[in-house]
Each structure stands twice: as C-alpha cells, then as structure tokens.
C-alpha cells in the first residue's frame, strides 16, 4: 500500500508520518518547503514539494501509484486573524484545495481518502450530559469550521459520484509533544508556579485527545473495511473539567497546580470586558463528544490514558 500524506511537517501530519516510517509502510510525505522536509528529518528523494494547496495546485506526479491519502494539511485555526476576509482564505485552502485533490486524486484511482477534518464542525460547545456524536447535523460557528464542513459536504458528493472510499476524522483538542497555544500556555503556568483563577472551573466537561491516540485511529482508518465513507469522533475516552485537567498536568510536571477558586461568572465578566470571550468559552464551558460509533465500527480503543498522554508531553517538554 502507497500512502500520500499531507501537511507532514505540521503537528499531526508530522506525527503521523514518524508513526507510518515506524511501521515501515510505504508513505510519500509532502511539505510546503524543502526547508521543512529538511527540518523534519526527511530524506530529499521521498519529500513531495507542495508550496500552496488551492485549486490551481497539481497533484499528478505526486499521485502516481498512490493508494490511499490521508489529508492533514490545511489552514489551521487562527486565534487572532488578521487577514482581511478570514472566511475566503480559509476556504480557498479547506475547500478548494482539498477538493481539487480529491478530484484528481479519484482520477488517479486513489482508493481511500482519509480527511482529518475538525470537532468545530459540530459546533463550540456542549450543554451537560448532551455530548457531540458523529453523525449529528453539522452547526459550525466561525470561519475554519465552516470551512471544515464545507470541505466534508464536498467531499462526500464526489466520493459519491467518482466511486472513491472517505473516511472523515473530527478531532476535539488534541495535546502532545509539540502542542502550541493555550495548552501550551497552561502546562508553562504550572512549570513556573503562577496562580491560576481556574480552581473552581470544575463542573465543564472538555474532551481531549493525546496526540499518539489520533494518529492511531488514522492509521486504524487507512484499511479498515468498516471505515469505509464514515464520519468519527476521537478523544481519550475520559472528559475533565478545567480545574482536573490543570490539577492533572500538575501531577505529570511533579508540581502541585496553584488554583484560585474565583467564580466562574466573575470569569465570563472579566473576560467579556477584556475582549477574551472566545479563551473563556475554551476554558470554562464544556465541549464532550461520544466515541461509542468509533469504538464500536472499528473496535478501537484509545492505546493511551489521558495521564499518559500528558506524562509522554511532559517529558517531551523537559
């Protein structure tokens, strides 16, 4: 079996790829630069240069004898966008590009194309004992989920229409070694002893999925028959509130999380005047999703507790 991986120098594309060379399965990765082929570690005849992915982007020599895409690449979520029409770029990359990799890649007789779309296609949150499930209707609220769904409604027309297996990946936060942003930012408050008014942050529910666990559940999706033009949601299979999450990292760090127990909607006051809505809404409301339908089509379990996956990024961190 011939893979074709995109975004293979990003945080899960690049995962992804270390795991295939592992196992030692046949897979073309494909990065913006030769620059970032050089920086992850891959040898220049097995780097595939892709500089833009949009709909003029020509895929035939990378395609050759290709069975199987897994499509990581995209235009990522940005917190603070300065880009004058975020929408229009976003689906320049996530809609256009993809689908137009898709098309020639159903032409080049790719069997299977792997999308590893977004849990923002379901939306931003979720109300108590009411978690995300695969195949509820999409709802997304901002620009990249928007973009997400219409990617994956693209997609399943032409899967359709050119006979061409697809599989759909949604992930919620995913963390690990590499991880940026606010994850990130938590784990460096707790190395550095800060305070945290977080302490009574502890009714939310938040799924997470450590970073080994998704890769494990794509490369399970690259030949499964049960796979096959399915939608699944991925996590740990354990939901934490905030206050445990930040009390967990502690642990990992062998250093005790200092939480404040401020209220929480003296939080949502404080962060509506601050302009941080959307950090609080990450933070302080709960966002679930079941993996019942993955466990159960492909018989997959998480291969790593959330104490695990969080020691694994803690000692990548050290």
Request: aromatic letters at 6%; proline letters at 5%.
């Amino acid at each position: 079996m011939n893979i074709l991986l995109t975004g293979a120098s990003g945080f899960v594309g690049g995962a992804v790829w270390q795991t295939l060379r592992q196992r030692r399965v046949m897979v073309r990765p494909v990065f913006r630069t030769p620059t970032s082929a050089l920086t992850a570690g891959c040898p220049a005849d097995e780097a595939v240069i892709v500089p833009t992915l949009d709909a003029a982007t020509d895929w035939a020599q990378a395609l050759a004898g290709v069975d199987v895409i897994i499509h990581c690449a995209a235009r990522v979520h940005v917190m603070q966008d300065n880009a004058a029409d975020p929408l229009t770029e976003y689906r320049r990359v996530n809609v256009e590009g993809t689908l137009y990799l898709a098309q020639q890649a159903a032409a080049a007789g790719v069997r299977r194309f792997v999308f590893i779309s977004s849990i923002k296609v379901n939306g931003e949150g979720t109300q108590s004992g009411r978690p995300y499930s695969a195949d509820d209707t999409p709802a997304p609220e901002d620009a990249y989920g928007i973009s997400k769904a219409e990617a994956e409604a693209g997609l399943h027309k032409l899967a359709q229409e050119m006979g061409m297996e697809l599989v759909i990946i949604r992930p919620v936060l995913t963390y690990g070694p590499g991880v940026k942003g606010n994850f990130l930012a938590m784990l460096r408050w707790i190395q550095r002893g800060f305070p945290l008014p977080l302490g009574a942050v502890v009714k939310n529910r938040r799924s997470l999925v450590a970073l080994d666990n998704l890769v494990d559940l794509i490369y399970t999706c690259v030949d499964h028959p049960n796979a096959a033009n399915q939608v699944f949601l991925v996590s740990d299979g354990e939901d934490l509130s905030t206050a445990d999450l930040l009390q967990r990292l502690g642990r990992a760090l062998d250093k005790k999380a200092r939480l404040l127990a401020v209220p929480v909607w003296l939080l949502h006051l404080a962060a509506r005047l601050l302009g941080k809505s959307a950090v609080a809404q990450r933070l302080l409301s709960s966002l679930q999703v079941d993996i019942s339908k993955t466990r159960t089509l492909l018989g997959w379990q998480p291969p790593l507790s959330v104490d695990e996956g969080l020691e694994k990024l803690v000692e990548h961190q050290r």
